[in-house]
């Protein structure tokens, strides 16, 4: 009776899982983990527990380990086999991987790093302390130390940075029966077999064959009639980010990377592109809102760190602000004459901001895309003048309308007249005219002069247009307003 029951209670969880979309069901599925792991640990049921975890994803037991305190963390972590263990690691923040690097036993240690490939372990060791980085230096072997100071001798965000140096290397005079019987013997080593590289006795890169190629080619046909010579790869010291957008561009499991001599020093697999494309993107988002990018948790960031990453661009965009004041300022006089038109001041630098934000976000998803280049530079703006006269003219005229019907008769405002209403619609034309072109042209300059043009997003444009459509707003208000001149 109790199986009948659990069987269907298990139908019903089931039911209701098809109902939810698909982030709910996952989230759903991550809590049912977690919950059912939190019962078997606190029963000491470690062989049930154990063949649980067996069959989970390594990402999903590492945010269970985010529910464990530091002593159930060791004790779950002991209880995983090796090969899922050092997966779960990668998995884990830098905090927890610091933990257990300091706890575990040497051999416990090296048996992980074993498993680890050297590119993740040369991010590990990017993250952590002195102390920890010199405990995982010693549990390595020679072999492992060597490929890992490579590794972190290549700048930041190149290539170099994010390679692996564990591929299949073939050589072009193998058959296809010698291929396949050398990559059962490296391949278990290997971080993919799926596509390997035929090279030179001076290891230049010299043709490509895939794993489909090896299994449908006749035993005895050679490497070098089936391979692919007309070969895409990278530099060691080529951006990442741009080797990011070439695996969408290409469909791209894996990339070849070469040195300056075009021998073949490593490969970038995909997940590592997609890794590079959230960081990218997290450190677009964060700049385009004027933040300083930081890698840890919002949730695990101190208020401090917090604090320091937002308070200097706050800083810098006060003072830059007050050009906005000292434009009002010199306008006092003419504002005290005609003080409606203070009235009219947010809504045309707010209309503003938002035209050069629009422009300078999609200019900068072009760039970032490959999809716009400086070259482009005259195009855009042209491009970006004849969008800006439509809205401008669909904007000036719905205020137009807007500053009579509404200010003037429904809220019977003597002060406001067709004098104030053509001033403001026409200040909105011209503020959305300028404010466009800044907005693209600004990203387009700063990534010709070597900066991020993320840093050119919303906050600094913003502020750059506030002060231009207050200027436009008084210079077209002398024009038509006889009390302001």
Known sequence: MEERDLLLRQDEDEIELDELDLEERIQEQQERLVEKALLLLENKQYADL?????????????????????????????????ELAAEVF????????????????????????????????????????????????????????????????????????????????LKKDFTVGESLEFIRKVGIDKETIYTCYVTDPQ???????????????????????IMTE?????????????????????????????????????????????????????????????????????????????????IPWLLL?????????????????????????????????DTGGNSGSQASVTVIRGISLGQVEFRDFFKVVWKEIRVSVLCGVTLGTAALFKVMLVDHLLMKNADVDWNVAVVVALTLLATIICAKIIGCSLPLLAKRIGFDPAVMASPFITTIVDAVSLLVYFTVAKQFIPQMR
Do not use: C
């Open 50 to 82: 154990r063949e649980m975890l067996g069959d989970a994803e390594p990402a999903d037991i590492a945010e269970f380990f985010d529910e464990l305190t530091e002593k159930q963390t060791l004790v779950i972590y002991r209880l995983l086999p090796k």
């Open 90 to 169: 990668i998995e884990l923040d830098p905090d927890q991987q610091e933990y257990l690097i300091r706890v575990l036993s040497e051999s416990e240690l090296k048996e992980t790093l074993d498993e680890l490939y050297y590119d993740d372990t040369a991010d590990v060791i990017e993250e952590m302390p002195a102390s920890v980085v010199k405990r995982i230096l010693a549990a390595a072997s020679p072999e492992q130390r060597r490929v890992i100071n490579e590794l972190l001798k290549y700048p930041e965000d190149s290539a170099g940075s994010i390679m692996t140096t564990e591929f299949v290397r």
């Open 203 to 225: 290891n230049h890169l010299i043709g490509i064959v895939t794993a489909k190629e090896l299994l449908i080619s006749p035993l005895d046909k050679k490497i070098e009639d």
């Open 230 to 310: 007309n070969v895409i790869y990278v530099k060691t010291l080529d951006d990442q980010e741009q080797i990011a957008f070439m695996f969408s561009r290409y469909d791209f499991l894996a990339l070849p990377v070469v040195d300056n001599e075009d021998r073949l020093v490593g490969i970038i697999t995909v997940d590592d592109a997609i890794d590079v494309l959230q960081e990218e993107t997290e450190e677009d988002f964060a700049k385009m809102a004027a933040i300083t990018p930081n890698d840890t948790e919002y949730m695990k960031t101190p208020v401090i760190r917090v604090w320091a990453s937002r």
């Open 317 to 349: 965009l006060m003072i830059s602000a007050t050009f906005t004041g000292l434009i009002i300022s010199s306008f006092e006089n003419s504002l005290a004459a005609v003080p409606i038109l203070t009235a009219f001041i947010p809504m045309l630098m």
